[in-house]
């Protein structure tokens, strides 16, 4: 899609209240939004709770259901399957529960316990065969999906030095990233012969990475671009010329984007269409372009526009839909999830 020339629009489409604390993620269900399928999303929060909601004919979101009576403390993050069939939700009473989707409702028909404490979370691989989560105890878990809602957990990696803030599997293959407290982001691959995890890459300040504390990452479609944020104000994006025969091939720095939020930034989130989005404790959404103008240096990013005042307070989660609308989820500490669309100024909605 071309963003040269034009000027874009983020409109908040909707304001959805009934959580009672910080709104701490949100997440689409895949294959949602598309296709005359309405959209859902679901959402986690610090009043120990996981909200559904689904558009109805209007285009506008209800709550479906409240997934409640599970766990006994903060839901920092959710994440469904590739096929939608479950939802994984980490919470910090040191547990992840598994819930299955049938029809309208939801059961949870599995709890993984093994973390020393609060899990900060939870993340599905493409395939649905395996999972991952992280905690404030500093580990990674891998756990297998068997039949029978059965979790094995094939490894426990030891790596970081701080609590382990994300865990992201990247999209065309299993290769799994964790980013930490410890201002590093690490490449987790299995060990071909042993099925045993080790890391083959460390992303830190010594290969121009944070040099602060790395909240949250997203890969671009093709899974060969990394982009990640931290408390030091930047964003930076990653590439890699991953092949499925060398999932060695190591990540290298490509740009900085700095002085756009003059806050913590909390969350990024890479579109199918290439639109970084990011969300930050300064309140304000920010969404970036690649600037195809200098090709001689490699890619670089540019601002599409900021959104200040996207909430009343921190911006802790931004997720795009990948359906037919440019539809953004935000989540923010002030216990609102907001839904926004990008247009074009001319009131276009960009088909």
Same mark, same amino acid.
């Given at each position: 899609?071309?963003?040269?020339?034009?000027?874009?629009?983020?409109?908040?489409?909707?304001?959805?209240?009934?959580?009672?604390?910080?709104?701490?993620?949100?997440?689409?269900?895949?294959?949602?939004?598309?296709?005359?399928?309405?959209?859902?999303?679901?959402?986690?929060?610090?009043?120990?709770?996981? #909200?559904?909601?689904?558009?109805?004919?209007?285009?506008?979101?209800?709550?479906?259901? !409240?997934?409640?009576?599970?766990?006994?403390?903060?839901? #920092?993050?959710?994440?469904?399957?590739?096929?939608?069939?479950?939802?994984?939700? %980490?919470?910090?009473? %040191?547990?992840?529960?598994?819930?299955?989707?049938?029809?309208?409702?939801?059961?949870?028909?599995?709890?993984?316990?093994?973390?020393? &404490?609060?899990?900060?979370?939870?993340?599905? &691989?493409?395939?649905?065969?395996?999972?991952?989560? $992280?905690?404030?105890?500093?580990? @990674?878990?891998?756990?297998? @999906? /068997?039949?029978?809602?059965? *979790?094995?957990?094939?490894?426990?990696?030891?790596?970081?030095?701080?609590?382990?803030?994300?865990?992201?599997?990247?999209?065309?293959?299993?290769?799994?990233?964790? $980013?930490?407290?410890? &201002?590093?982001?690490? !490449? =987790?691959?299995? &060990?071909?012969?042993?099925?045993?995890?080790?890391?083959?890459?460390?992303?830190?300040?010594?290969?121009?990475?944070?040099?602060?504390? @790395?909240?949250? /990452?997203?890969?671009? +479609?093709?899974?060969?671009?990394?982009?990640?944020?931290?408390?030091?104000?930047?964003?930076? @994006?990653?590439?890699?010329?991953?092949?499925?025969?060398?999932?060695?091939?190591?990540?290298?720095?490509?740009?900085?984007?700095?002085?756009?939020?003059?806050?913590?930034? *909390?969350?990024?989130?890479?579109?199918?269409?290439?639109?970084? +989005?990011?969300?930050? +404790?300064?309140?304000?959404? $920010?969404?970036?372009?690649?600037?195809?103008?200098?090709?001689?240096?490699?890619?670089?990013?540019?601002?599409?526009?900021?959104?200040?005042?996207?909430?009343?307070?921190?911006?802790?989660?931004?997720?795009?839909?990948?359906?037919?609308?440019?539809?953004? %989820?935000?989540?923010?500490?002030?216990?609102?999830?907001?839904? =926004?669309?990008?247009?074009?100024?001319?009131?276009?909605?960009?088909?």
């Amino acid at each position: 899609m071309n963003f040269e020339d034009e000027d874009f629009e983020l409109r908040e489409i909707q304001r959805l209240e009934g959580h009672t604390d910080k709104v701490w993620s949100v997440a689409w269900k895949p294959a949602t939004g598309i296709n005359g399928v309405p959209a859902v999303f679901a959402s986690c929060s610090g009043d120990k709770t996981v #909200r559904i909601w689904e558009e109805n004919s209007t285009g506008s979101f209800q709550c479906q259901a !409240v997934l409640e009576e599970t766990h006994t403390r903060t839901v #920092r993050s959710c994440a469904w399957s590739p096929s939608g069939k479950f939802l994984a939700t %980490a919470s910090f009473d %040191a547990t992840t529960a598994i819930w299955e989707n049938v029809g309208v409702d939801f059961e949870c028909v599995s709890t993984l316990e093994g973390h020393d &404490n609060e899990v900060k979370s939870v993340s599905w &691989n493409n395939s649905g065969s395996l999972l991952a989560t $992280c905690g404030r105890d500093k580990s @990674v878990w891998i756990w297998e @999906v /068997l039949p029978g809602n059965e *979790f094995d957990c094939v490894s426990v990696l030891q790596g970081h030095t701080q609590d382990v803030k994300m865990v992201q599997w990247n999209p065309s293959m299993d290769t799994l990233f964790s $980013c930490s407290y410890d &201002n590093t982001i690490k !490449v =987790w691959v299995e &060990n071909g012969d042993s099925d045993d995890w080790h890391c083959i890459q460390t992303l830190g300040e010594s290969n121009s990475g944070h040099t602060s504390t @790395v909240w949250s /990452l997203s890969f671009d +479609a093709s899974g060969d671009k990394m982009v990640s944020c931290s408390d030091d104000l930047t964003i930076k @994006v990653w590439t890699s010329k991953m092949q499925e025969w060398d999932q060695n091939s190591p990540w290298k720095h490509v740009c900085t984007l700095s002085g756009y939020h003059d806050r913590t930034i *909390f969350s990024v989130h890479w579109s199918r269409e290439g639109i970084i +989005a990011s969300g930050a +404790a300064d309140d304000a959404i $920010c969404l970036f372009v690649e600037n195809n103008d200098n090709e001689v240096e490699g890619p670089s990013f540019k601002l599409l526009l900021k959104k200040e005042k996207a909430h009343e307070m921190d911006v802790n989660s931004v997720q795009w839909n990948s359906g037919d609308r440019r539809l953004l %989820a935000s989540a923010s500490d002030d216990g609102t999830v907001k839904i =926004w669309e990008l247009v074009r100024l001319s009131g276009q909605k960009l088909l």
